[in-house]
């Protein structure tokens, strides 16, 4: 079964808009951590901004910030004023206890495009 | 200075062609991963090691030996190889094998299999 789901193969956004980018996950734990990778055109893997499952407070790095409802088991990422650069593969991961030495596991992707 | 680094980038081979593919991190990690994404741009492990031991090796045929010779490098060594090898393989590293332990990746060597 697929542990983390990422539902929307293609997304676009005009530049300087704001675009979000869905993720769920299906798990039992209570502890584990959530990450947000992007992978542009150089496919070189570039973390965004990771995620406590214990800490309430939404986590932010300058114009990235997710929204994790827990017990919805969801983790978007909200993209604020979209640059072109911004324009990558963006996969949602998830690391936890239950898998093999704290294995991490990736959702298939979605492919944002920034339109100038 | 690139924290983890992985060579070659590109790589073109025949089937049935022995090939390996290097990797060192100077992030001064113990715990060093191979992960290989598909065409269809799946993302999955397939080998780990902590501090030189391998602790993590997934459903991955015997012709894939990883070989690490210190903390700092981890190999693939690919013997016999098929169409179905070609992929892009990502090197990657953390601290440790904890839950909090960021994993960082190498830029990926593009492996086409002809």
């Known amino acids: 079964a697929q542990t983390v789901t990422q539902s929307q193969p293609e997304m676009s956004v005009q530049e300087a808009e704001t675009v979000t980018l869905s993720c769920t996950y299906d798990?039992?734990?209570?502890?584990?951590?959530l990450f947000w990778y992007k992978q542009p055109p150089s496919r070189q893997m570039i973390l965004v901004i990771r995620?406590?499952?214990?800490?309430?407070q939404n986590a932010t790095e300058n114009r990235f910030s997710v929204n994790f409802q827990k017990a919805a088991k969801s983790f978007s990422l909200k993209i604020s004023d979209s640059q072109l650069g911004d324009a990558a593969m963006y996969f949602c991961?998830?690391?936890?206890?239950?898998?093999?030495?704290?294995?991490?596991?990736f959702g298939a992707g979605t492919r944002l495009t920034v339109k100038p | 200075d690139t924290a983890v680094s992985q060579t070659p980038k590109y790589l073109v081979t025949q089937m049935g062609n022995d090939k390996s593919i290097k990797c060192e991190q100077n992030?001064?990690?113990?715990?060093m991963y191979w992960y290989k994404q598909d065409s269809k741009k799946f993302l999955k492990i397939m080998f780990s090691?902590?501090?030189?031991?391998?602790?993590i090796n997934e459903t991955v045929p015997n012709r894939f030996s990883p070989k690490s010779p210190d903390k700092a490098h981890l190999n693939l060594h690919i013997n016999s190889l098929e169409l179905g090898d070609s992929a892009v393989y990502f090197c990657?590293?953390?601290?440790?094998?904890?839950?909090?332990?960021?994993?960082?990746f190498g830029e990926g060597s593009w492996l086409t299999v002809v």
């Open positions: 992030l001064g990690h113990d715990t």
């Open positions: 798990t039992s734990e209570s502890d584990y951590y």
């Open positions: 090691y902590n501090n030189k031991e391998l602790i």
């Open positions: 995620q406590e499952a214990y800490k309430q």
């Open positions: 990657a590293s953390s601290q440790g094998t904890s839950l909090g332990n960021t994993i960082y």
């Open positions: 991961a998830y690391r936890s206890g239950e898998y093999n030495n704290n294995d991490m596991r």
